[in-house]
T-cell receptor
Framework: AQTVTQSQPEMSVQEAETVTLSCTYDTSESNYYLFWYKQPPSRQMILVIRQEAYKQQNATENRFSVNFQKAAKSFSLKISDSQLGDTAMYFCAFMKLFQGGSEKLVFGKGTKLTVNP | ETGVTQTPRHLVMGMTNKKSLKCEQHLGHNAMYWYKQSAKKPLELMFVYNFKEQTENNSVPSRFSPECPNSSHLFLHLHTLQPEDSALYLC??????????????FGPGTRLLVL
């Protein structure tokens, strides 16, 4: 079974600075997807960024980028130029890739990020 | 309405009540999901529907009963719940294709309190 571990329950960063959130996962699969979702106080789960395991290039989305280390099974999220609106719970998630079946997202426990003014 | 919507946003019910949660997706997706989010626990997948057919029941108690009348609507019928069922219930949808997996998009959730 796949597991996702987020070792930092809480983090804080000053506005405009950079912060990195850690995520490791355990799987025997070779094809899969990894995601970072953000859940602000409004509770809406919002997709931040997605990485396909077969792609060597790290995904980026504006101020958000990942450091995907497949051999180490590590998938960290870097937030540059942090903004107050980035304050949220951040969840790392794993999805196995297979044909025609149901999709199972396995989530970590989350990291609570606070951006301070 | 765009994206994934859920109603009601908040629900308080007694243990003998019967209520239903509704989810609607406006994204043209063909798979829908129910997740439960409890305090200090990872999100738990409850049910999966692919093309209106239930393909996953993640050992969920029978007091939770899902219904998917079409690919755009998903319900979660609740009856004789327990206080430990109090949680945020999230609906998600995605587009399935052969040998592909698509991103799941989430609704805002229903905050359920069972008294």
């Amino acid at each position: 079974a796949q597991t996702v571990t987020q070792s930092q329950p809480e983090m804080s960063v000053q506005e405009a600075e950079t912060v990195t959130l850690s995520c490791t996962y355990d799987t025997s699969e070779s094809n899969y997807y990894l995601f970072w979702y953000k859940q602000p106080p409004s509770r809406q789960m919002i997709l931040v960024i997605r990485q396909e395991a077969y792609k060597q290039q790290n995904a980026t989305e504006n101020r958000f980028s990942v450091n995907f280390q497949k051999a180490a099974k590590s998938f960290s999220l870097k937030i540059s130029d942090s903004q107050l609106g980035d304050t949220a719970m951040y969840f790392c998630a794993f999805m196995k890739l297979f044909q025609g079946g149901s999709e199972k997202l396995v989530f970590g426990k989350g990291t609570k990020l606070t951006v301070n003014p | 309405e765009t994206g994934v919507t859920q109603t009601p946003r908040h629900l308080v019910m007694g243990m003998t009540n019967k209520k239903s949660l509704k989810c609607e997706q406006h994204l043209g997706h063909n798979a829908m999901y129910w997740y439960k989010q409890s305090a200090k626990k990872p999100l738990e997948l409850m049910f999966v529907y692919n093309f209106k057919e239930q393909t996953e029941n993640n050992s969920v108690p029978s007091r939770f009963s899902p219904e998917c009348p079409n690919s755009s609507h998903l319900f979660l019928h609740l009856h004789t719940l327990q206080p430990e069922d109090s949680a945020l219930y999230l609906c998600a949808s995605s587009r399935l294709g052969l040998a592909t997996q698509e991103t799941q998009y989430f609704g805002p959730g229903t905050r359920l309190l069972v008294l």
